[in-house]
Nanobody, 123 residues
Framework: VQLQASGGGLVQAGDSLRLSCTAS????????MGWFRQAPGREREFVAT????????YYSDSVKGRFTISRDNAKNILYLQMNSLKPEDTAVYYC?????????????????WGKGTLVTVSS
């Protein structure tokens, strides 16, 4: 499975962005999917995850209430709607496909990773 994330860019604090992640195969529609991010000089961190049918989702405390994860299995696309962006949201955002149908928060539970898209939020 190949994943391609897109939608990143340079925005100002308070703005919104929507990230998309397109999967090359329908395999991803049977698996949970998630978003992670890595800021310069920092370790990769969990952002949001969603189970195979979109019925369950979880968020990190730092983005809860501002970000929304969703998926369109018919189109093999995962989304991350990001509102009220802050400078601390600046990072490369990665999408990933989980090993199972659930929505894990640990990167160790993911088997496929995209190359990432850069989000820069200026103050």
């Amino acid at each position: 499975v190949q994943l391609q994330a897109s939608g990143g860019g340079l925005v100002q604090a308070g703005d919104s962005l929507r990230l998309s992640c397109t999967a090359s195969k329908r395999t991803s529609s049977n698996n949970g999917m998630g978003w992670f991010r890595q800021a310069p000089g920092r370790e990769r961190e969990f952002v949001a995850t969603i189970n195979w049918n979109g019925g369950r989702s979880y968020y990190s405390d730092s983005v809860k209430g501002r970000f929304t994860i969703s998926r369109d299995n018919a189109k093999n696309i995962l989304y991350l709607q990001m509102n009220s962006l802050k400078p601390e949201d600046t990072a490369v955002y990665y999408c990933a496909v989980a090993r199972g149908a659930w929505a894990p928060t640990s990167g160790n539970d993911y088997q496929y990773w995209g190359k990432g898209t850069l989000v820069t939020v200026s103050s």
